[in-house]
C-alpha cells in the first residue's frame, strides 16, 4: 500500500502522540504542490482506514463533528494499567558485594 511506510515509520515512532491529517501528509509529502497533496491525502487516508482496522491506531474520528479536524495515534504496547508488563528485575543482576 502506498505512503504505508512513511506512516508507520512516523507515527510508531511517537506512540500516544496525536497527529493530524495536515502533518502526516507534510511527513509523506512535504513539498507537494496542491494537487500533489490530494493524492497523497487518498493514499494517506486509505493507510489510517487500514491502520485503524487492523488496531494499530487509534482516531477521534467518531468523537469530532462535521469540519473539525480528527486526530490519529499510534496504540501504546504497554498493558492497560499505564505500567509495563515485565520487570526490569528480570533483566538486571544485583551487584556483587
Known amino acids: 500500500m502506498k505512503y504505508a511506510h512513511e506512516v508507520m515509520d512516523l507515527m510508531a515512532a511517537y506512540p ?4 493530524k491529517m495536515r502533518q502526516i501528509i507534510n511527513h509523506v509529502a512535504p513539498r507537494a504542490d496542491q494537487r500533489q497533496r490530494a493524492v497523497v491525502r487518498t493514499g ?3 493507510v489510517l ?6 488496531g494499530h491506531i487509534a482516531s477521534s474520528r467518531e468523537e469530532v463533528t462535521n469540519g473539525a479536524h480528527a486526530e490519529y495515534w499510534w496504540k501504546s504496547i504497554t498493558s ?3 505500567k509495563a508488563s515485565q520487570k526490569p528485575s528480570q533483566y538486571v543482576r544485583a551487584l556483587a558485594p
Open 16 to 19: 500516544e502522540r496525536r497527529f
Open 44 to 46: 494517506v487516508w486509505r
Open 49 to 54: 482506514l487500514t491502520l485503524e482496522e487492523t
Open 80 to 82: 492497560s494499567s499505564g
